[in-house]
Every structure is written in structure tokens, then in C-alpha cells.
């Protein structure tokens, strides 16, 4: 019923930038939450950010201050603005939409911060 589709990912050098766009089709109704999780190789899928409303947005500490959440409604789009990026916030950056208690997740798209 939903789909969605990560894009924006790549290889950056430490202390760039890069900007990650969610695009979700299909049935969307009732919106709990739009966030950006997270994996790196071994680890756990941890939360990076979430937008439960449109004006409560929640950050992983380690990304606090360096990564921001936003959404544009019309156009069912999420984005993830990552600024700052360091060696260790490489991993494959899945986007989540909660619909009515049901999670969705993108395919992801995979960030390499490298020197």
C-alpha cells in the first residue's frame, strides 16, 4: 500500500554534507511519525531522527546539532539535511513512515564518510 524510496546517498570526505530525500507513494493516511533510522555494518538499526508532528522533531545525540529532520506534505516527501558528517555516521540510512500503527521502511541508500 506504501512504498518508499531513499535517495541522496554517497561517498563524502568528513565535515561535508549531504542531503537525503524520502519519497513515499501509495495509500497515506493518518501520519504518526516520519523519521530517518540507521545501520552500520554490525550494529544494531538505530534512530537517527523523527517528526511525530510538524513541530516535534527528536534527534540520536550523536547526530544532535549536525543533522536535520524535515518534511514537505504536499509533496509527501521527508528529508534529512546531514551536515558535519563524520566517519562513524557511515551507514545505510533507511527512511520510516508510521501510518495508523503500521511501519514502512525504504530500501535505504548507503553514506560513506571517508577521507
Known amino acids: 500500500q506504501v512504498q518508499l524510496v531513499e535517495s541522496g546517498g554517497g561517498l563524502v570526505q568528513p565535515g561535508g554534507s549531504l542531503r537525503l530525500s524520502c519519497a513515499a507513494s501509495?495509500?497515506?493516511?493518518?501520519?504518526?511519525?516520519m523519521g530517518w533510522y540507521r545501520q552500520a555494518p554490525g550494529k544494531q538499526r538505530e534512530l537517527v531522527a523523527t517528526m511525530p508532528s510538524s513541530t516535534i522533531r527528536h534527534y540520536a545525540d550523536s547526530v544532535k546539532g549536525r543533522f536535520t529532520i524535515s518534511r514537505d506534505i504536499a509533496k509527501n516527501m521527508v528529508y534529512l539535511q546531514m551536515n558535519s558528517l563524520k566517519p562513524e555516521d557511515t551507514a545505510v540510512y533507511y527512511c520510516r513512515l508510521d501510518v495508523i500503527n503500521i511501519a514502512y521502511w525504504g530500501q535505504g541508500t548507503q553514506v560513506t564518510v571517508s577521507s
Open positions: 501509495g495509500n497515506i493516511f493518518n501520519i504518526y511519525a
